[in-house]
């Protein structure tokens, strides 16, 4: 099976080593570079011709975001951005610029690598809190068509619908559980059913579809 490889930007040594134990936590995974500025990612980009990014935002020599279109014209690999940042501006910029998902630096290991695997299987993962900022951009831009294609049939429930009310207001699987009254393993099993309805691999995709869909309305 073809390892698949991975560079990490970041001006923090210690993010960057958190990063890296992240990423050679996983077999399958290649840690081929990582840079501390534009200018370094630029080179390592060149030679190393990564399968996927981890792009930070805020850099000595400038914007993460900037270098989303080299990355992509370069060796078409995958862009995750996680960073600090999740201001409006800044999340819309960085979409629009072509990353593939936006996962805030505060994310738990599991969330980190759960984001690597969805955006190298074609999946956008994106925070809640990101997310709630490019279902804001859908407002007022006419009815969507949710993304159908490969969902099973059948609507939200309720309860799957209060459930992501909760996540597209940052709440975590526990902090839900807990507002629910339910388990967080029953949590689980609701997130299960969304994703499959869905056609999605992350909560902030689960968030973004239902919106497009009609299905949740965020305030």
């Known amino acids: 099976m073809k390892t698949i490889r991975i560079a990490i930007l970041d001006d923090d040594p ?14 399958e995974y290649d840690l081929c570079g990582s840079a501390p500025t534009i ?13 996927l990014v981890l792009l930070d935002i805020g850099l000595p020599d400038g914007s993460g975001i900037d270098l989303i279109p080299f990355v992509k014209q ?38 980190i690598l759960d984001g690597i695997a969805a955006t190298l299987e074609g999946g956008a993962p ?16 006419g009815p969507l068509t ?9 609507p939200l429930t309720p309860r799957e619908v209060e459930l992501l009310e909760l996540f597209a207001r940052g709440h975590s699987y526990k902090q839900a559980a807990r507002d629910l ?17 869905l056609a999605v691999h992350s909560r902030g995709e689960a968030v973004y579809e239902a919106v497009r869909s009609g299905q949740l309305s965020i305030d």
């Open 14 to 27: 210690a993010i960057r080593e958190h990063f890296t134990e992240v990423v050679t936590s996983c077999p």
């Open 146 to 154: 949710a993304n159908t294609e490969n969902s099973e049939a059948g």
């Open 74 to 111: 370069q060796c078409e690999a995958k862009v995750l951005m996680v960073t600090s940042f999740g201001d409006r501006e800044t999340v819309v910029g960085a979409i629009d610029a072509g990353a593939d998902g936006y996962l805030l630096k505060d994310s738990s290991t599991a969330t």
């Open 39 to 51: 200018a370094r990612m630029r080179d390592l980009v060149v030679r190393k011709s990564p399968d």
């Open 181 to 197: 009254g339910i388990s967080p393993l029953t949590v689980g099993n609701y997130v299960k059913s969304i994703y499959r309805k």
């Open 126 to 141: 994106i925070s809640p809190s990101a997310a709630a900022y490019l279902l804001e951009r859908l407002k007022g831009k």
